[in-house]
């Protein structure tokens, strides 16, 4: 019974999507970025899927899968069961989402203490998040680890529908089997 339980949840520990609005200076941006389900370091290999809509001075901008790059250097970016995390404090690490092509400067980096996201004057020494569309950025500093991410939990995960199902069946056959027994030893 356990072997079952454990493929049946190991089948559905598959990908995991994390959800975010964040206020970035005078940007926001909304991600939504799945990995392959993997927990600790994260690198691009681990990302299937990504939107990212960045919004500053009245315009928005969105990059996907389809039209942007997703890379990730170092191993600053983790996930664990619920959340997508980012040391600030570690050294020479980013993650970058930036759309395809020269004609769309617009992107969403977050860098620690010794990578730079933007070559332009003004950026920030230190931890950032930056948001740029159209050849101009916001940025705002950050330190330590921080939530990036985190999983919508309101639905259960199909591991948790699968257990649940299992327990009810194992309940009912003891329910079952016991009124068995009871039946025999009336006779």
Do not use: K
């Not at 069961?81 to 092509?101: C, E, H, K, M, Q």
């Not at 990036?148 to 009810?168: C, D, H, L, R, Y």
Request: charged fraction near 10%.
């Amino acid at each position: 019974m356990s072997a079952v339980l454990s493929l049946l949840t190991a089948s559905f520990a598959e990908a995991a999507t994390y959800i975010s609005n964040r206020s970035v200076g005078d940007g926001s941006v909304s991600l939504s970025i799945t990995t392959d389900g993997t927990l600790g370091a994260l690198t691009t290999a681990n990302i299937s899927d990504w939107t990212v809509v960045l919004t500053r001075g009245g315009a928005s901008v969105m990059a996907n899968s389809a039209n942007s790059t997703f890379t990730i250097g170092g191993d600053a970016l983790s996930a664990t069961a619920t959340d997508l995390l980012f040391d600030y404090s570690s050294a020479f690490d980013r993650v970058r989402i930036g759309l395809s092509g020269a004609a769309f400067q617009s992107w969403w980096c977050i860098q620690s203490t010794g990578q730079g996201c933007s070559s332009g004057g003004g950026a920030p020494s230190g931890g950032a998040e930056f948001v740029a569309t159209a050849f101009s950025y916001t940025s705002q500093q950050y330190s330590g680890v921080q939530t990036i991410a985190s999983i919508n939990s309101a639905v259960p995960e199909p591991a948790t529908w699968a257990m649940m199902i299992i327990g009810f069946g194992a309940v009912g056959s003891m329910v079952r089997t016991s009124r068995r027994r009871h039946a025999f030893s009336a006779a």
